[in-house]
T-cell receptor, first 113, second 113 residues
Framework: AQSVTQPDIHITVSEGASLELRCNYSYGATPYLFWYVQSPGQGLQLLLKYFSGDTLVQGIKGFEAEFKRSQSSFNLRKPSVHWSDAAEYFCAVDLGGYNKLIFGAGTRLAVHP | KAGVTQTPRYLIKTRGQQVTLSCSPISGHRSVSWYQQTPGQGLQFLFEYFSETQRNKGNFPGRFSGRQFSNSRSEMNVSTLELGDSALYLC????????????FGPGTRLTVT
């Protein structure tokens, strides 16, 4: 069955440190890939997406992600984390079927001052 | 451009009752998807409507149903509520075509007592 794995449930980083959130998917073909962020009590905001082409994609708020086909991964990165980045991050795939997103379990990010 | 709106934002219902949630998509968007978010199961796809037609459905019991109106607004109904239906219900809208991105509303927090 298709699945999305985010191995890290919680991550804590210091403000100004770099960040990498991991995401692996299980699917035969390359799906559409997304990263969303959710602040407490809020809906989901799209950070970035990958459909095809350049495997390094840039998103909002200084985030980027790299698609690696050989590893079935789509890791999210940010070179310098800000306290306002504390939130929960979700990796998701769309298998090309009518806006049906399959989400990972999420990674909760805490930022220490 | 106004974002996705969901009403009501909070609801408290009793077991056995039914509930209707509403979602107004971004102007011009013809697709609306619904998701359930719970601490135990995470984010799960319920169904998607495009131009008043359900195109895809997740693995939820028949107590969960939806519809879409000609103005693209969508409603989701849950009948015979169970305690396990307590969740944040998110809707997302998109154009529904080509490389579609989904934009999420703030959600409706349903508590079943």
């Amino acid at each position: 069955a298709q699945s999305v794995t985010q191995p890290d449930i919680h991550i804590t980083v210091s403000e100004g440190a770099s960040l990498e959130l991991r995401c692996n998917y299980s699917y035969g073909a390359t799906p559409y890939l997304f990263w969303y962020v959710q602040s407490p009590g809020q809906g989901l905001q799209l950070l970035l997406k990958y459909f095809s082409g350049d495997t390094l994609v840039q998103g909002i708020k200084g985030f980027e992600a790299e698609f690696k086909r050989s590893q079935s991964s789509f890791n999210l990165r940010k070179p310098s984390v800000h306290w306002s980045d504390a939130a929960e991050y979700f990796c998701a795939v769309d298998l090309g079927g009518y806006n049906k997103l399959i989400f990972g379990a999420g990674t909760r990010l805490a930022v220490h001052p | 451009k106004a974002g996705v709106t969901q009403t009501p934002r909070y609801l408290i219902k009793t077991r056995g009752q039914q509930v209707t949630l509403s979602c107004s998509p971004i102007s011009g968007h013809r697709s609306v998807s619904w998701y359930q978010q719970t601490p135990g199961q995470g984010l799960q796809f319920l169904f998607e409507y495009f131009s008043e037609t359900q195109r895809n459905k997740g693995n939820f019991p028949g107590r969960f149903s939806g519809r879409q109106f000609s103005n693209s607004r969508s409603e989701m109904n849950v009948s015979t509520l169970e305690l396990g239906d307590s969740a944040l219900y998110l809707c997302a809208s998109s154009t529904g075509q080509d490389f579609y991105e989904q934009y999420f509303g703030p959600g409706t927090r349903l508590t079943v007592t």
